[in-house]
């Protein structure tokens, strides 16, 4: 067994082990790091962990996916997320002596507000953001086999509460002779440094697992994701869904085997993915589930998206539904700093 493949082992036992008590939502600090990195990855669902062209924001979801075709092509990512909320990643990947290294930034923006006293009188403002650099690098097992890890300092600053902290990404990629592709990734094992109020919180762990199939007599790649498999049982009650009767008696909506087996599952798919243009659908069970509301559900899962390429720029759009109540586009750019390749 070579010793890079004796790495990658150790790394996905160990992060394996620590998923076994990994949380979601609510229960973990530095969320922003789970937010899709790139409009790609909107427009298809919002997590899919196969290489999306040579695009190195890709990189952010699955380090594995770093390669040297991705080099000298700049490329960021911005949306006005939810409540003004302002979102971005900037991506690049240098050619090195011992192969391509991958740099990246993540940030989020909360704004700026009013800050007050208990009685309402106004104190003055305070703001809110977080952002994590990022630094990657990916290593060829076999002729179809790669891995790649990213490491990741994290800073946050929630009013006068500062935190810092940070999380190392492992990730494996299979691609067949038939247009398949296979990704592993184990994301956000770390832990916070300084803490907000002295109590120690853990990051968003995540295993995922994407299936991706170009298919071979027609223009379409589709795509097939299972998120969060570190909890198998992912699926709670959404109160949009309780019922009362004449009596004031509530019941809850009914969770059962089915529901988590499919809170798990990400459908995309990708029309025309070798032509300039792309037009990308995405559908994410999971958030369908927890952000929909009675008789409108299908909605707050959908997403899509399109994509245009000309000789020295890229551009990508992405929508995705979240709730009836608001919903997030994002814009990708690509530059070609070497069009004539």
């Known amino acids: 067994m070579n010793r890079p493949f004796r790495f990658l082992l150790l790394c996905f036992v160990a992060l394996g082990v620590h998923g076994l008590r990994a949380q979601l939502g609510g229960t973990a600090t530095y969320r922003f790091l789970s937010l899709p990195p790139s409009a790609m990855q909107v427009g298809l669902g919002g997590k899919q962990m196969v290489a999306l062209h040579d695009n190195p924001l890709q990189n952010f979801v699955n380090p594995a996916l770093i390669d040297s075709a991705q080099t000298r092509k700049p490329a960021l990512n911005y949306s006005n997320w939810i409540a003004d909320i302002n979102y971005g990643n900037l991506a690049y990947v240098w050619n090195t002596p011992y ?49 790649g890890v990213n490491i990741k300092w994290i800073h946050s600053v929630l009013a006068s509460y500062r935190s810092d902290g940070a999380a190392l990404d492992v990730g494996l990629i299979y691609r067949n002779d038939k247009g398949g592709q296979w990704a592993l990734v184990m994301r956000n094992l770390g832990r916070q440094f300084t803490t907000y109020n002295g109590t120690r919180e853990p990051l968003p762990f995540e295993i995922d697992l994407t299936y991706a199939q170009l298919l071979e007599h027609a223009p379409l790649r589709l795509f097939l994701t299972a998120e969060n498999l570190q909890k198998p049982r992912i699926a709670f009650v ?104």
């Open 99 to 147: 192969g391509p290294v991958f740099t990246g930034v993540h940030y989020i923006n909360y704004g700026r507000f009013t800050a007050a006293d208990e009685d309402g009188n106004i104190t003055g403002s305070f703001h809110g953001g977080e952002t994590a650099v990022v630094l990657g690098y990916a290593f060829r097992l076999h002729r179809r086999w790669q891995a």
């Open 238 to 341: 959404n109160t949009a869904y309780d019922q009362t009767d004449p009596n004031g008696n509530v019941t809850h909506q009914n969770i059962t085997l089915v529901h988590h087996i499919f809170r798990h599952l990400i459908v995309g798919a990708e029309l025309f993915p070798r032509k300039r243009f792309n037009l990308r659908l995405g559908y994410n069970f999971r958030r369908a589930g927890e952000l929909g509301l009675k008789d409108v559900n299908f909605s707050s899962g959908l997403s899509f998206g399109l994509g245009l390429r000309l000789r020295r720029f890229a551009l990508q759009y992405g929508y995705g539904q979240m709730h009836a109540a608001g919903n997030n586009p994002f814009i990708g750019l690509l530059i070609f700093l070497n069009p004539s390749k």
